[in-house]
């Protein structure tokens, strides 16, 4: 039960670190919006590199490094679930048992 604490109190420490980032990135440029869950808009061509990346290379650039950022939000945000169930379920053998 304690491993399971520990793993989810550095797992949350890690997400805020992510958030932080993600926060940063949104302030850099007024186009990302404010939205800490979702990827902006990158139109990607199979093959090649990014159309879009011809126009404004800085924007796409940015738009891509926040786009991964918010990648690894999502992979910490699902291991987190999973750690919340072990820790959940060792909470209730503990108290049931």
Excluded: C, P
């Excluded at 139109?43 to 990648?71: A, C, M, P, Q, W």
């Excluded at 750690?83 to 060792?90: D, K, R």
């Amino acid at each position: 039960m304690f491993a399971s604490f520990i793993t989810l109190l550095i797992l949350f420490f890690i997400i805020k670190y992510i958030l932080a980032w993600i926060d940063y990135f949104n302030k850099l440029d007024d186009r990302l919006g404010d939205s800490l869950w979702r990827w902006s808009y990158d139109y990607h061509v199979i093959g090649e590199s990014d159309i879009s990346d011809l126009d404004d290379k800085d924007f796409v650039r940015l738009r891509r490094k926040r786009n991964k950022v918010v990648t690894y939000m999502y992979i910490v945000f699902f291991i987190m679930f999973f750690i919340s169930m072990w820790f959940l379920s060792e909470v209730l053998i503990f108290f049931f048992q």
